[in-house]
């Protein structure tokens, strides 16, 4: 990818003149960059036991992949007919910016916020303008490779179907439509320090993170929904207002356009969004935002490595905290208080923990909110069956929790975990009960929470005793998925060992999930009062097996 990327900028000095940009430099810096990318696994789907060496093929399986999950989102524009192209474009289009700004958010935050540049860059007669515009060619590079490894079929299907042509200008359409998710993404980040002090950005852009890939996903969820199901006959696209705030339609009516040769105002209107759009966006970052990058960056770079300043006698001694107290509270033993609390806060502080499992918490909320809207009739009272749809709601929740749950091991410092062997502990289950109480309060109660107000808006507040038994029965799923896999002391796990956890749990956790909602769907339907019985029964397996679990001896600790 390097030398292909450098041939291509060899070729744009008309637009790094447009940009202000010192060519040579950002050559040279992007050189480095390019280089350095070779000597490290790919992000997502790393090999197990992957180690950095100075070239891999992750990132070549990583593309493979991502290819055959572009396969589902072409399939539409396989089957439309050509007055449809619109709607079909639309969920392709859709599909390939949603992956873009996801893995702009996931994987290349840290290239885009990373201050080590600063200690070689700051020293020389380098200007923020070449800096900002190195880091996004850099981002830009490795997104253009990885949407044309999503639309190749797309791009494939076009061409067949509607001829080369098509199929270019739906390569082309790809290609800007990840120019401009990295301008949409990186305006909010820059956006933010420019408004933001140093001693917040870190912390306000994870947030940012976390809601605009919860945004990102629930918009994927709603465009779909937003496409009448009558624009799919084979009939000319109706284009109302907003159309046109949607950068999908603005790539989907261009290729309407050159399909079905419709040149009309509203295909010329969306052909110039989506040709000028990305460009004005690069040029607004290069031009407007860029001047105050690096001194934004330095001086978040210089607040990492200020030393500690001095704290009064008083400040010194911490007071006491929600989670200390819920801990005494809930907590048999000092050890699980101690592991209860120790969740608590580094779930808090732990910016890679938030970022991995919030947003695959707002994730369900979205996938709950929106598949049930468009499917509402299936809530109201009716057949018995249909009444009893509410407990797909509350049991999709622990399918989440669960891997929520799995991140609670996890941490870029396991290392760090030695001080667990060689501290006094001789019952390692108290430190996984610990962990266990702080993922269900914290997390879990909050969550159910959530979901159980949706079932009480659709159903009402008669399936209170149904909401009580899928909570009870969740616990228990959730207990029963730490007994089928390695468990692991809080945060003392690698990545690499959460994914194989993962991958063995899933095909046998996911059959028990299946026959526990199968009984308490069994239990409402056909047998009067079974969940009233039901509830102390599977209270009483879940202390069973809580208990079981708290006493976890060292040789089953991974």
Not at 60 to 66: E, M
Not at 158 to 163: D, H, P, Q, S
Request: charged share 15%; hydrophobic share 55%; glycine share 6%.
């Amino acid at each position: 990818m390097k030398t292909t990327t450098l041939w291509l900028i060899d070729r744009l000095p008309f637009l790094w003149r447009a940009l202000g940009v010192n060519y040579p430099q950002l050559r040279a810096i992007l050189g480095v960059k390019l280089t350095l990318d070779n000597r490290r696994p790919a992000t997502a789907f790393q090999r197990w036991n992957q180690k950095e060496t100075e070239s891999n093929y992750s990132f070549y399986v990583s593309l493979g992949i991502y290819a055959f999950m572009g396969i589902f989102a072409a399939v539409m524009l396989a089957l439309v007919p050509p007055p449809a192209i619109v709607p079909a474009g639309v969920f392709f289009f859709g599909y390939v910016m949603v992956i873009c700004a996801l893995t702009l958010i996931n994987d290349f935050s840290s290239v885009i916020l990373d201050t080590s540049d600063n200690q070689i860059m700051l020293f020389r007669p380098v200007d923020g303008r070449t800096t900002l515009i190195a880091r996004i060619v850099h981002v830009v590079s490795y997104l253009f490779t990885l949407t044309l490894a999503i639309s190749i079929t797309g791009i494939l299907v076009i061409g067949v179907r509607f001829g080369v042509g098509a199929g270019l200008l739906t390569l082309l359409l790809s290609l800007l439509t990840a120019i401009l998710m990295v301008f949409i993404t990186n305006v909010l980040y820059l956006g933010l320090m420019q408004f933001t002090s140093e001693s917040k950005l870190r912390e306000l852009i994870n947030y940012v993170q976390i809601i605009t890939a919860i945004v990102f996903y629930a918009g994927f969820q709603i465009m779909p929904r937003l496409i009448d199901k009558g624009s799919f006959a084979a009939q000319p696209f109706t284009w109302t207002w907003w159309h046109y705030l949607l950068p999908p339609y603005w790539s989907a009516g261009s290729l309407d356009m050159v399909i079905n040769h419709r040149i009309d105002g509203p295909h010329l209107l969306v052909f110039g969004l989506i040709t000028t759009m990305p460009f004005a966006g690069l040029w607004l970052m290069a031009r407007v935002l860029a001047p105050a990058f690096n001194r934004k960056l330095g001086g978040l770079d210089a607040e990492a490595n200020a030393p500690e300043q001095a704290v009064s006698a008083k400040s010194a001694i911490p007071a006491s905290s929600l989670a200390d107290r819920l801990g005494t509270w809930l907590s048999t033993s000092a050890l699980e208080r101690a592991a209860f609390s120790f969740v608590w806060h580094i779930s808090d502080r732990d910016r890679q923990f938030k970022l991995r499992a919030y947003p695959q918490l707002g994730y369900g909320l979205a996938f709950v909110l929106f598949t049930t809207l468009t499917r509402r009739g299936i809530f109201e009272s009716g057949s018995q069956g249909a009444a009893t749809n509410h407990l797909l709601i509350l049991y999709m929740g622990v399918l989440f929790m669960m891997a929520a749950m799995s991140l609670t091991a996890v941490s870029d410092q396991f290392k760090a975990a030695w001080v667990y062997t060689s501290a006094p502990v001789t019952r390692p289950g108290d430190l996984l009960a610990g962990r266990f109480k702080a993922v269900v309060v914290k997390l879990m109660l909050p969550y159910y929470t959530l979901l159980t107000a949706y079932v009480f808006y659709l159903k009402g507040p008669g399936v209170v005793l149904d909401v009580i038994l899928a909570f009870v029965n969740s616990l228990a799923l959730l207990l029963i998925s730490e007994f089928f896999q390695k468990r692991s002391l809080p945060f003392s796990a690698s990545q690499d060992a959460l994914k194989r956890n993962m991958t063995a749990r899933s095909f046998i956790i996911l059959p028990v999930f299946g026959l526990i909602g199968f009984l308490h769907w069994g239990l409402t339907t056909y047998i009067p009062y079974g969940t009233i019985v039901a509830l102390p029964v599977m209270a009483g397996f879940v202390w069973l097996l809580f208990r079981a679990f708290r006493q976890t001896a060292w040789g089953e600790i991974s």
